[in-house]
């Protein structure tokens, strides 16, 4: 596994973040980077329920849709 630096969308970093904000405005989050960082942002992502099945899509879509 590498460990080199990757670019991640800036719409989904926007996403994240606004997301992130709402949980700590409804004090589902305490105001710390780990918190409120996009790292912990992706781990609550992979626990939604229908992450799996958003996983299937991504496999059998193809990129762009006419």
Do not use: H
């Not at 992979?46 to 991504?58: A, I, Q, T, V």
Request: charge should be positive; include cysteine.
């Amino acid at each position: 596994m590498s460990n080199k630096p990757q670019r991640v969308d800036p719409g989904l970093v926007t996403d994240g973040r606004s997301i992130m904000k709402i949980r700590y405005e409804k004090g589902l989050a305490k105001f710390s980077n780990r918190d409120l960082g996009l790292p912990e942002f992706t781990r609550l992502l992979r626990r939604c329920e229908n992450y799996p099945k958003c996983l299937e899509e991504l496999r059998t879509k193809p990129k762009r849709i006419i």
